[in-house]
């Protein structure tokens, strides 16, 4: 495991040095969307709802949604000014009792690991809280964003959750279930019969996730048969640079737009330009062949025209 973050665990004069890895990972079946005919990738373009035009990273803003739906930009500054925290300090507020904590509010859990000087105090955490079957409530800065989160031991080990604010907890209006009414003494004697005959002890390795190995297996019967596309590979065809400087043209021009000025020149002649600082390959195979057979042509001609005077001195030799 690698550490996502490093920081301490404080409580009164206490300071344990920690450091914190993700204690889950999703094991999740993941798909992705592919042309059905030669499972090409599918991909998306980001566009303007309004303008219906693909917009660049650059232009692209946070947005917050009212609830009769209109929508308020919020700019880098907007952002900016919003309280952050980055404290690397997880901050005990207090000690409670294990039951008080609704399992409902636990998030995301992180192991915590002491630094090699600082076992004792860690283990001394860890032996408290055990001996006291207590739970230590913290706060903690994580992505710049202070969270509630409670320190617990888990095989020897002191596990940090996350833990949600209580206003995400929705409520459980089922207006039927309150209408169903008491059950009978009849009902209740056969629900705890039931309740007795399914009674044990939870041991997971008596449950298997059935979905996962059989999209396992059956993938690999496909890759033994035979049944597995490569999809083909773009080549770059060095339009790279125009799309760029065609993207640039065209957020000048934007920007200008904005401020009431007048727009640079189309992005035909950029695209011109380009192409004649960037030849491709086949033509700059033909400007060589082409410098090439006139050197040539040029040096067969110069040797020609330095030979004839020479034949001709000889035919003088003779008529002597």
Known sequence: ????????????????????????????????????TDGGRIRY???CSIDGEEVSYDDIAKGYETEDGEMVVLTDEDMAGLPTRSSKEI???????????????????????????????YVLLREALRAQGRMAVVTVSIRTRMTMAVL?????????????????????????????????????????????????DYDADEFEDDYAIAVENLVKAKIEGGEVRAPEV????????????????KSVDKAKKSRGESTS????????????????????????????????????SKKSSTKAPAKKSSAKKKAG
Do not use: C
């Open 265 to 300: 020149a189309p992005t035909e002649e950029t695209q011109k330009s380009t192409a004649k600082k960037t030849p491709s390959k086949k033509a700059a195979a033909t400007k060589q062949s082409s410098k090439k057979s006139t050197a040539a042509k040029s040096a067969s």
């Open 152 to 200: 617990r031991v888990r095989d020897g080990v002191i596990v940090m959750q996350t833990m949600l604010w209580p206003d995400e907890i929705r409520s459980a209006d089922f207006a039927a279930v309150d209408e169903a009414g008491e059950a009978s003494e009849k009902e209740m004697s056969m629900a705890r019969l039931l309740i007795d005959e399914l009674a044990g």
């Open 45 to 47: 373009k980001r566009f």
């Open 91 to 121: 901050s005990v507020e207090k000690f409670v009792p294990e039951d008080q904590i609704d399992p409902m509010l636990l998030d995301k859990s992180y192991y915590l690991e002491p630094d090699r000087s600082a076992t004792k105090p």
């Open 1 to 36: 495991m690698r550490a996502i973050w490093k920081g301490a665990v404080s409580f009164g004069l206490v300071n344990v040095p920690v450091r914190l890895y993700s204690a889950t990972e999703n094991h999740d079946v993941q798909f992705r969307q592919v042309h059905r």
């Open 234 to 249: 773009e080549e770059d065809e060095g339009g790279e640079v125009v799309d760029l400087l065609a993207a640039l043209a």
